[in-house]
């Protein structure tokens, strides 16, 4: 069992659950205007990142704030390439502006649950992030087409857990339409974050054991009980022995 583990959450959304948050995470994910935010949310969230010692990843998703960027959009490899490098051009330009940097890049949404399932489009879109920064962090799905993608490019990676998602017995995420598949009992993910921190396995949808690894676990800052959650699960991290630590701050 690792000593450490990251603790991720998706911040700069708008859901006001921001200032909480940060007490109990590592990393956070912040919207790049695409999928959600502004330039103005953007700084918020930085600046209160940097207050907190919490690593600052960028977060773009597909430009549909309609739709919160859940809605999978048929893009061609050049607007996949722009809609990308538009957003981590924003948010390197008001990072650098508060004194900051990115540390690491998250896809959002159905961005990211496509780029999961499909290794030409993860491909794509981690050409457009090595393109911006050659040596960026890539903070992927475990088990998906993310992580083989980025270490293809050179792209140094860290894989993610997600606290209140099940899984199939393939290992990757269960659809949301799926009864089961997100757990909204604190019981149920206090669950399977010990047993995946004590034994690198999780329980699937389906009632089968299989291993998981992940060096990170994403906690869901838009629910109302989200604050709790978090405060519930960093505990429970600490309480497994494990040091809750960025992979992304190297001080």
Known sequence: MANW???????????GNDSAMMRYITSANIACGGHAGDETTMRQSIELALENNVAIGAHPGFEDKENFGRIPLELSSAEWRDQITRQLELFDGVARST????Q??????AMANMTAADR???N??????????????ILTIANSHQGAAAKALGLENVEEAFADRAYTDEGLLASRSLAG???SQEKQVIEHITRLLSDAKVRTITGNVIGLNAKSICLHGDNEHAVALAKSINETVKSLGLDVKSFANKN
């Open 5 to 15: 583990i990251d603790l991720n959450a998706d911040l700069g959304e708008g859901t």
């Open 104 to 109: 690491y890049v998250k896809l959002h949404g």
């Open 124 to 137: 794509v879109a981690y050409e457009a992030v090595k393109s911006f920064r050659s040596n960026m962090m």
């Open 120 to 122: 030409n489009l993860a």
């Open 99 to 102: 004194g900051a940097k990115i």
């Open 181 to 183: 598949a997100v757990l």
